[in-house]
């Protein structure tokens, strides 16, 4: 299975042949580096439905017809802008798709869609655990910690969490460090830093935290991947 990293929430993990992008916010993400209709991703899973997550992801899955899941009422916002294939689901929910199996998790966040205007709430944010190839991986979403994650760690082999640590909207190091504790991962991956300047984060400090505790953590660069 292999991870890529787009930068601020959004990867491509590609495995049994089938590609499935998880937030798409690479127009307007300054340190994007593939251009958004370069992405020829089957799926793309959605956590929430603030601009640096839903992106890119509606005219990606009108242009390639990929599959949209997400947070039921995101996924009904989806269609309603055109997307033709969409999923919902909602939190504690889990689904056996023909690419692997999904499950949401709890994310302690907003969600809505705001433009100069309007703000049209899209639900509750979720995190994903992703299950192909008998790999797990957990996508935390946007959230602050929370101690359920405890119940996703004794519940789920996670082979690789990816975690905010941005800070301000979400989890900031020390936290996210709390949740690695409880997630118990086989790796980790700081995500939602940098991209703006109020969650500007040294992710090696994270890292040298994590590894302290004797849990693995690989920062990956703007195109970098993983292969786990
Ligand atoms: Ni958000
Ligand atoms: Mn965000």
Same mark, same amino acid.
């Given at each position: 299975m292999k991870i890529i990293f787009h930068g601020h929430s959004c990867f491509t993990i590609e495995a049994e042949g089938k590609s499935v992008l998880i937030d798409p916010f690479i127009t307007g993400n300054p340190l994007a580096k593939v251009d958004a209709q370069e992405l020829k991703p089957d799926v793309i899973l959605l956590t929430h439905g603030h601009g @640096?997550? !839903?992106?890119?992801? /509606?005219? /990606?899955?009108?242009? #390639?017809?990929?599959?949209? /899941? $997400?947070?039921?009422?995101?996924?009904?916002?989806?269609?309603?802008? %055109? &997307?033709?294939? &969409?999923?919902? =689901?909602?939190?504690?929910? $889990?689904?056996? *798709? @023909? *690419? %692997?199996? &999904?499950?949401? #998790?709890?994310?302690?966040?907003?969600?809505? &869609?705001?433009?100069?205007?309007?703000?049209?709430? #899209?639900?509750?944010?979720?995190? *994903?655990?992703?299950?192909?190839?008998?790999?797990?991986?957990?996508?935390? %979403?946007? #959230?602050?910690? *929370?101690?359920? =994650?405890? !119940?996703?760690?004794?519940?789920?082999q996670i082979d690789a969490a990816l975690l905010p640590i941005g800070d301000n909207f979400v989890m900031g190091i020390d936290d996210a460090v709390e949740a690695v504790k409880m997630l118990k991962p086989n790796i980790v991956v700081p995500m939602h830093y940098d991209t703006f300047e109020v969650i500007k984060q040294d992710p090696n400090k994270f890292k040298d935290k994590v590894e302290d505790l004797g849990f693995n953590c690989r920062v990956l660069q703007v195109g970098?991947?993983? /292969?786990?």
């Open positions: @640096d997550h !839903l992106g890119d992801a /509606i005219s /990606i899955a009108k242009r #390639t017809g990929a599959l949209v /899941i $997400a947070p039921n009422e995101l996924a009904v916002y989806c269609q309603m802008q %055109g &997307v033709e294939n &969409v999923h919902p =689901m909602h939190i504690g929910g $889990a689904y056996q *798709f @023909d *690419f %692997g199996k &999904v499950k949401l #998790t709890q994310a302690l966040h907003g969600s809505a &869609v705001i433009d100069d205007k309007t703000i049209q709430y #899209t639900g509750n944010p979720c995190g *994903f655990l992703l299950t192909m190839e008998e790999k797990t991986i957990y996508h935390a %979403g946007d #959230t602050g910690l *929370f101690g359920d =994650m405890e !119940l996703i760690g004794r519940l789920n970098e991947d993983l /292969i786990i």
